[in-house]
């Protein structure tokens, strides 16, 4: 039986081809209807918004940083620039590629652990996850060319030119000048909207001093650019910019020559030197030593620099001229005798007869005089124009006593002690001119007479800054006219005008007679600190003053071989000059240098024979060492005197010469013409 036999269907194929050609036909119609729709939608629907999103990842505002403007002496030095400096930065979104990055990054510059916390805290500050974030400012040549040669594996990694903050004389001016740093958190958490706006793109703020008090003007107007980047953040050109503004510039009333005098005068040892332009108010000079580098902040300070820093036992970081209260001693005598006189209590003849000691109606204790332990006596017959010339102890016992607090009390704000003076730095202190009310609510204590014994020798609760101080002395040299003082003498273009905080007005007679006391100090038979004077070409007026570390039991001897060093007392001095037309007014304190005449005499008069006579001193010029007899400093002051007489007489002999030349040459002339008629 044969087997049946199935042939092709060629028909039945061909139709289920045609229903699968069909089938696929409408798929493939389906799919480009979608994709049309699609781009329907994405090209006119809705191209708007997808265009402005893909701008907004292609496209970013990038802030232009603007420029800080610079920092001048009176003389037009400057004290404070912008530094071209080259900082790595790092743009990066994703944590992963971060941690690579910065791995490859170790391998080819050094990055301190301090740099990486300083570079997290500032990521987590940015306002864009693709804004750059400094990593390492001050790039040398070395690490610049490798970062180049790896520049293919660096994505995100940019290396730019920027100016940062240099302070030229170092620690001369640190304590003044202040400096900048970086932003802190702290400082975004305090920062305004308006702020927030002006300091993006800025990696830096003023700290301190003048860099804090004029940071609105040094800072600038922000700019702006929109640049195109690549998907990593990398910017790849510039479309438009505004460009930002530069900061105002500042010019100082300060003089760096004098500056650099008073730390070569101060000789290494701790204190501080105020001098202020008697006139104006403007301050000259403002050096607390030791100081520091301000360069160091300006990126962010190490940690090992700054607990170097805070952990020095002279502490460099202190500002002695603002906030360093110190006893004035005797520097505050004058004043204590013009309020006796202003008072009434006292008058320009009334004299005392000193035999070394006072002490108070029914008290068993005993004051003695300085000078009792030199002589074994008082200073005799003592007035007014004595008492201050020669330091009398006695004579303000006497008179404060006779005054009593009521009456002294509110003196001292009328020279600017026991108050803020106004100074445009921050971080003044205010000292303490004190009262029987502030007793009462401070130590919730009466008022005890001794106590009014000690403060009319400015001892005991008093306090005052140096600044005070200076400020004090340019008031007595203006007559009772009380200046604010300024450093700031001009911004950009505008002038700082001086500004009278008060005028004390009293008798003619009792200026001329506090004046004429602290004028004997300087040249007076017996003053204080008449050695200091010696051959000087122009009348200074000063006092001196001594201001105690330790207590001194009341029937011991000051023995200073006994104390530790910083135990010994306080040299302080304060002096103004010309007496006759004053121009410059110093206060100069000597932390245990215990001589205010013999230690902080010379200083002063260093700095009036810079400033009146142009002797200035380099910072690192020598000076004679601790110990010094005042005697080495009038020696080159001395010398510096007669090269300008000689240079004077020589001037003067050419000039002689050329106009006897000249009379002779005319004479030939008038003869020849006469002659010829």
């Known amino acids: 039986m044969q087997e049946a036999q199935q042939f092709k269907d060629h028909q039945r194929e061909a139709k ?15 799919l480009t209807s979608t994709l049309v729709y699609r781009y329907y939608d994405l090209q006119i629907v809705n191209y708007e918004e997808y265009a402005t999103q893909s701008d907004r ?65 500032a990521q987590k500050q940015r306002r864009h996850n693709l804004d750059p974030v400094p990593l390492r400012y001050r790039l040398t040549e070395d690490e610049i060319a490798r970062l180049a040669v790896n520049q293919h594996l660096l994505d995100g990694v940019e290396v730019n030119a920027e100016l940062v903050r240099n302070y030229p004389h170092a620690d001369t001016f640190a304590h003044v000048i202040g400096y900048t740093g970086r932003i802190s958190e702290k400082d975004v958490k305090a920062f305004t909207p308006e702020q927030l706006r002006r300091y993006s793109g800025t990696h830096a703020i003023g700290k301190n001093g003048i860099e804090a008090s004029y940071e609105d003007v040094l800072l600038g107007e922000v700019g702006s650019q929109n640049v195109e980047t690549n998907a990593r953040g990398r910017v790849m050109r510039i479309l438009d910019r505004i460009d930002s503004r530069q900061g105002s510039d500042l010019r100082l009333h300060l003089d760096a020559r004098l500056q650099e005098t008073a730390v070569a005068a101060m ?90 000691t006072f002490s108070l109606p029914g008290s068993s204790r005993i004051w003695r005089d300085w000078v009792l332990a030199r002589t074994g006596g008082g200073h005799g017959r003592v007035d007014l124009k004595t008492g201050i010339a020669e330091s009398c102890d006695t004579y303000f016992w006497d008179l404060g006593n006779r005054m009593g607090i009521d009456n ?70 203006n ?23 008060e005028i004390f007005d009293t008798k003619p007679e009792y200026w001329d007679a506090i004046i004429g006391g602290m004028e004997e100090v300087m040249h007076g038979a017996r003053g204080t600190a008449r050695r200091v004077s010696e051959r000087s070409e122009y009348r200074m007026a000063g006092k001196s003053g ?51 005449s013999s230690q902080a005499a010379p200083v002063a008069r260093a700095m009036m024979d810079a400033h009146i006579l142009g002797y200035y001193l380099k910072a690192d010029e020598f000076f004679p060492p601790v110990g010094f007899h005042h005697a080495a400093i009038i020696k080159r002051a001395n010398n510096y005197i007669a090269e300008r007489k000689a240079a004077r007489e020589a001037k003067a002999a050419e000039l002689a010469a050329k106009a006897a030349a000249s009379s002779s040459s005319r004479a030939a002339t008038t003869g020849s013409g006469a002659g010829n008629e």
Request: charged letters at 20%; a positive charge.
């Open 16 to 30: 289920l081809f045609r229903s699968r050609v069909v089938v696929m036909a409408v798929f493939m119609l389906l």
């Open 57 to 121: 990842n292609r496209v970013h505002v990038q802030p232009v940083p603007p420029t800080r403007g610079l920092i001048f002496d009176r003389t037009g030095a400057l004290l404070a620039d912008n530094k071209a400096s080259f900082t790595l930065s790092v743009v990066s979104a994703n944590p992963t590629e971060l941690n690579d990055t910065i791995e490859l990054l170790k391998t080819l510059v050094e990055i301190a652990p301090s740099d990486l916390g300083k570079f997290y805290k």
């Open 267 to 356: 000789r290494g040892r701790r204190g501080a030197v105020v001098a202020i332009d008697v006139k104006t108010g403007g301050v000259l000079a403002a050096v607390s030593y030791p100081g520091f580098d301000p360069n160091l902040f300006v990126t962010g300070i190490s940690y090992r620099d700054y607990k170097s820093l805070n952990e020095d036992i002279d502490t460099p970081l202190f500002n002695r001229f603002l906030q360093a209260q110190y006893p004035p001693g005797s520097t505050i005598k004058p004043i204590i005798g013009l309020a006796g006189l202003h008072t009434g209590f006292t008058d320009v003849d009334r004299a005392i007869s000193d035999r070394g």
């Open 408 to 477: 002294i009390s509110p003196f001292g704000a009328h020279f600017g002690l026991g108050d803020l003076t106004g100074i445009d730095i921050p971080h003044e202190r205010k000292g303490l001119w004190p009262s029987r009310e502030w007793k009462r609510a401070a130590r919730r204590e009466a008022w005890y007479p001794g106590d009014t014994i000690n403060i009319s020798i400015g001892q005991g609760m008093m306090l005052a800054t140096p600044l005070q101080l200076a400020v004090m002395t340019s008031t007595i040299a």
């Open 479 to 501: 007559h009772g006219v009380r200046h604010r003082p300024q450093f700031i003498q001009k911004i950009g273009n505008q002038i700082h005008e001086p500004i009278i905080e």
């Open 546 to 596: 001594t201001a105690q570390v330790v207590a001194i039991a009341q029937n011991a001897k000051y023995n200073s071989a006994l104390l530790k060093e910083r135990h010994r007392d306080h040299a302080l001095f304060v002096a103004f000059a010309p007496v006759e037309a004053p121009q410059i007014a110093v206060a100069v304190m000597l932390e245990n240098a215990e001589g205010g």
